[in-house]
């Protein structure tokens, strides 16, 4: 069998290595961005909180009218088997529903296209390196885009269009930082490629409720703040009281709580990880490994 340790993907049935997967090029997927996706992620040898992703994905999956074909079971085995076959204990887990291909050649008719699904699997992915999480990240707000509306791509179903985020990234990059975080059109704080942003006001713990994908480790961050007795807001943040903040950390399936130290020219925390954000980034390595939220897989 040919070599799957550096991803696998599961299409029409069958898995293969993640360099040879490809869609069509009039899948609508690749022509239109249509496509509702979500990411597990693996740790240790098994999935973390798998029923709550999947239940994000499903939801995703109807709210866009598409249809995958598989239960929740059986894409539930699609995954399992797959990362098994990688031989992967640290993974980055894509399960994707695209719009799939129209039959009638230029037919603008999305009820007509067929609807398909495919998993893939790469190496765990932090979107951060973790050194530099260790020691405070540095975000670009970016000035040439907004936030996509709410109103007109639906933020808290996973997709792939990510005009505003690549632009924010070209800025973010050209300016020397590592990552980008956007505003809606009424100066608020909103999300990143791929990660949720969190403010620290004393003991208390704010991120955005609106115009934000619901990010399961934006969950788990809510949930290890309150555990440590910290109060926790989900609610507009505007960027003016963002400024205020005594600490700044994002949230994201690839690398958990990830300390900000820097946002533009501003220093936070003294320009190093701030003790909160240092703490619910130990927290979540450490709930990574709790039996009541691990689904182990079985190697063969
Ligand atoms: C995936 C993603 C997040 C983070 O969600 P998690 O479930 O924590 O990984 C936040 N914002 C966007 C736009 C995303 O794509």
């Not at 997967?21 to 509702?36: E, P, Q």
């Not at 910290?230 to 205020?244: A, G, M, N, S």
């Not at 709580?257 to 954000?277: C, K, L, T, Y």
Request: aromatic letters at 10%.
């Amino acid at each position: 069998m040919s070599d799957l340790s550096n991803g696998a993907a599961w299409m029409d049935g069958r898995i293969i290595p993640v360099s040879e997967a490809g869609i069509n090029v009039t899948d609508w997927g690749l022509t239109h961005s249509d496509i509702a996706y979500d990411v597990v992620p693996v740790w240790n040898g098994a999935f973390f909180r798998l029923d709550d992703y999947l239940n994000r994905f499903l939801a995703s999956v109807t709210a866009v009218r598409m249809q995958t074909g598989l239960e929740r079971d059986a894409i539930i085995r699609v995954l399992h088997n797959m990362v098994a076959a990688s031989g992967l204990r640290a993974s980055y887990v894509a399960m994707v529903a695209a719009r799939g291909r129209n039959p009638v050649p230029g037919s603008r008719d999305p009820r007509d296209c067929q609807n398909h699904f495919y998993a893939w699997c790469v190496p765990y992915v932090h979107i951060v390196k973790p050194d530099a999480a260790d020691r405070g990240t540095s975000v670009w707000i970016a000035k040439s885009v907004r936030r996509i509306p709410k109103d007109s791509v639906n933020p808290t179903v996973k997709n792939y269009h990510w005009g505003d985020f690549t632009s924010g990234l070209f800025e973010a990059k050209d300016n020397g930082f590592e990552t980008t975080m956007l505003l809606d059109h009424d100066g608020n704080v909103t999300e990143g490629p791929g990660f949720n942003v969190f403010a620290v006001f004393g003991d208390t713990v704010v991120t955005s409720d609106h115009g934000v994908l619901h990010g399961i480790t934006r969950r788990t961050a809510l949930e290890m703040a309150a555990a440590r007795g910290l109060k926790v807001e989900t609610r507009p943040l505007p960027l003016d009281e963002f400024r205020q903040a005594d600490e700044v950390f994002l949230s994201s399936s690839g690398g958990g709580v990830i300390p900000v130290a820097r946002v533009d020219e501003q220093h936070f925390s003294n320009g190093a990880a701030g003790p909160v954000a240092r703490q619910l980034r130990t927290d979540y390595f450490a709930w990574l490994e709790q039996d009541r939220f691990r689904t182990p897989i079985s190697y063969y």
